[in-house]
């Protein structure tokens, strides 16, 4: 279809406008080579409208200086916005009163305040803090840190293979010992909803307090803390279309009366003096030193905007969405959707099988159509270990998006199966026996590097080039599986990745070596590395600046941070084999 000319976006049969909302948004309409930016990733972050952008700006332009210490009136207007921000989450999470809601970083400084100060002062020995298998690593990796402080210990709640949470077995965990119950209302990386009232309920029988992990819910529902009884409840403001840098912590005023701070500094105190302080009553008391106050302003903004909105036109559009999303999806041959809970969020995660295309490639082969979408373990590694799976690729929706948005997405899924297949069926596997190291491609790396840039130069831009680099890795002959081992394993990557390097048996001072990978980017990394260094001198080899030479190809800018460190992993393998050869020639 030709965006250009493309009709007015089906809507649900609900009173949503989504053509108008989606022109609220000016990164919507902004084009990725020549074509509409597809944003696909709003459990990462939600976009901004610019209703929320033009407080920010408004707050910078007239309004900023610090807050709660002027008596001047810039400072007690800036005190009253930021305050006032204070006033719509509260009324937001229908907490009791304002006070309840503390202004953190994020979802993740939270937890961690919770566990720094609520847990470090109440658990000890012995006490058992009950997390879900679908944890976020915000909601597991804290609750370790104070586990390993105060010898508490942590037990996981099980899912079932849908996704959800089992009931009976989490009943079975409560016992007296139970101090904290640790659970996301949505699963970022699934999209269960799960019954956060029921598993609240049953843990307060049981004498236990609840986090509520809420950043993936509030934005899709309306959130009602006393309804749900929650103990404590956290969000981030970047995933309900507000700024970053900004969250709130909600706690039950009876837990924040009786809680010890967080940081030490100013604001956070009554009165200081070098013998004792006395700390100021929540929730400035968790709030040291300036806050972010235009980040406050903009999430009651967002909150506003939201509000207007309305929860149910939100719900009723989203899942519509993902009803249309996983109806394309599991259409498409090959292709494995992960969580099929019973309630789900606007979250769509899977792993292409047959043919098989790691999460990293594919991810890759979205961005270069415009379309972005998240890969890889989602901050959730023991949930990935429980489905068996290393990483998914996962489409996640927001009130913005459109059918057509998840047709361009189900389209190019077919068509990259198409290609790789094509591509795969050009490789022919190769029998143990006939391996063939490759041999120098020129007298050193350097002149093997002068050769690669020469080729690189030819390309016009980092598509033609990333193409090209995958071609590469398309012709590489395959590592027999025998030889991908515990010992040519490389660390250090986010895909499978073998190098079986060793000294040529004919000529010990040169190096060679065979490797392979599950994601076709690497292989043609592989393939580029095999070029440079394969055949070569060991000395040459750790003479050779590699890092500067991928620096110069652009491949710093363009390869994901998980793709450079990958890279650099595989460079000191085949420098580590060279020094061993240097070494034993000494
Ligand atoms: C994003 C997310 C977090 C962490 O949020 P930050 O804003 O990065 O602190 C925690 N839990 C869930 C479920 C999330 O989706």
């Given at each position: 279809m030709n965006a250009q000319a493309a009709p007015a976006p089906r809507t649900a049969e609900t009173t949503l406008d989504v053509a108008a909302l989606r022109a609220q948004f000016p990164i919507l309409s902004t084009q990725v080579d020549g074509r509409p930016l597809v944003y696909l990733d709003s459990a990462a972050s939600t976009q901004q409208p610019q209703a929320v952008i033009a407080a920010v700006s408004d707050y910078h332009r007239a309004a900023h200086?610090?807050?709660?210490?002027?008596?001047?009136?810039?400072?007690?207007?800036?005190?009253?916005?930021?305050?006032?921000?204070?006033?719509?989450?509260?009324?937001?999470?229908?907490?009791?009163?304002?006070?309840?809601?503390?202004?953190?970083?994020?979802?993740?400084?939270?937890i961690n305040l919770v566990a720094a100060t609520w847990g470090r002062a109440n658990l000890g020995?012995?006490?058992?803090?009950?997390?879900?298998?679908?944890?976020?690593?915000?909601?597991?990796?804290?609750?370790?840190?104070?586990?390993?402080?105060?010898?508490?210990?942590?037990?996981?709640?099980?899912?079932?293979?849908?996704?959800?949470?089992?009931?009976?077995?989490?009943?079975?965990?409560?016992?007296?010992?139970?101090?904290?119950?640790?659970?996301?209302?949505?699963?970022?990386?699934?999209?269960?909803?799960?019954?956060v009232r029921e598993i609240i309920e049953l843990a307060h029988a049981h004498g236990a307090l609840v986090l509520v992990d809420g950043a993936q819910w509030v934005a899709h529902g309306r959130t009602d803390v006393r309804a749900l009884d929650a103990d404590f409840y956290a969000f981030s403001g970047h995933k309900l279309y507000g700024p970053t840098g900004i969250g709130v912590l909600y706690a039950k005023r009876a837990l924040l009366e009786t809680m010890p701070p967080y940081q030490g500094g100013g604001d956070m105190i009554e009165q200081v003096s070098f013998e004792a302080t006395r700390y100021a009553a929540p929730p400035t008391r968790f709030e040291a030193g300036t806050p972010n106050i235009s980040g406050a302003v903009g999430l009651g903004a967002a909150i506003d905007w939201i509000e207007s909105v309305g929860f149910e036109r939100i719900s009723a559009h989203e899942q519509w969405l993902l009803r249309h999303a996983t109806e394309r999806l599991e259409a498409i041959p090959g292709l494995a959707l992960k969580g099929r809970a019973?309630?789900?969020?606007?979250?769509?995660?899977?792993?292409?099988?047959?043919?098989?295309?790691?999460?990293?490639?594919?991810?890759?082969?979205?961005?270069?159509?415009?379309?972005?979408?998240?890969?890889?373990h989602h901050c959730c590694?023991?949930?990935?270990?429980?489905?068996?799976?290393?990483?998914?690729?996962?489409?996640?929706?927001?009130?913005?998006?459109?059918?057509?948005?998840?047709?361009?997405?189900?389209?190019?899924?077919?068509?990259?199966?198409?290609e790789t297949r094509a591509r795969q069926a050009r490789?022919?596997?190769?029998?143990?026996?006939?391996?063939?190291?490759?041999?120098?491609?020129?007298?050193?790396?350097?002149?093997?590097?002068?050769?690669?840039?020469?080729?690189?130069?030819?390309?016009?831009?980092?598509?033609?080039?990333?193409e090209y680099i995958i071609d590469l890795g398309g012709r590489l002959p395959h590592l027999p599986a025998s030889m991908q081992n515990a010992a040519t394993h490389v660390q250090g990557c986010q895909s499978q990745v073998y190098i079986a390097a060793r000294a040529m048996p004919d000529d010990p001072e040169r190096v060679e070596f065979l490797a392979d990978s599950d994601a076709e980017l690497v292989r043609g990394l592989i393939a580029l590395l095999q070029?440079?260094?394969?055949?070569?001198?060991?000395?040459?080899?750790?003479?050779?600046?590699?890092?500067?030479?991928?620096?110069?190809?652009?491949?710093?800018?363009?390869?994901?941070?998980?793709?450079r460190n990958g890279l650099e992993a595989m460079v000191q393998r085949l420098r580590q084999v060279a020094a061993r050869q240097v070494a034993a020639d000494a």
């Open positions: 200086a610090n807050i709660h210490r002027g008596n001047y009136r810039l400072s007690q207007h800036a005190t009253r916005l930021y305050e006032h921000a204070r006033a719509a989450v509260a009324r937001f999470l229908n907490a009791a009163e304002p006070a309840e809601c503390v202004f953190t970083r994020s979802t993740t400084e939270a020995p012995g006490d058992e803090i009950l997390l879900s298998n679908l944890e976020h690593h915000s909601n597991i990796v804290p609750w370790q840190m104070l586990a390993e402080q105060t010898g508490a210990r942590i037990r996981v709640i099980p899912i079932d293979d849908a996704g959800d949470i089992d009931l009976d077995a989490y009943r079975r965990l409560l016992s007296p010992r139970t101090r904290l119950v640790g659970v996301n209302q949505v699963s970022n990386a699934l999209g269960t909803v799960n019954p019973r309630r789900r969020s606007c979250v769509a995660s899977w792993v292409m099988e047959a043919p098989a295309i790691s999460s990293l490639d594919l991810g890759t082969a979205l961005d270069l159509r415009g379309i972005c979408v998240r890969t890889g590694q023991p949930l990935m270990d429980r489905l068996g799976v290393a990483a998914t690729v996962r489409a996640s929706f927001g009130v913005y998006n459109t059918l057509e948005e998840i047709d361009t997405l189900a389209d190019a899924l077919i068509e990259i199966a198409d490789v022919a596997p190769v029998a143990e026996t006939a391996l063939d190291y490759p041999g120098p491609s020129a007298d050193s790396p350097a002149a093997a590097a002068a050769q690669i840039a020469d080729d690189f130069e030819l390309l016009p831009d980092w598509p033609t080039r990333h070029q440079l260094y394969s055949g070569q001198r060991a000395r040459d080899i750790l003479d050779f600046d590699a890092r500067a030479f991928f620096a110069r190809l652009g491949l710093d800018g363009h390869l994901s941070m998980n793709r």
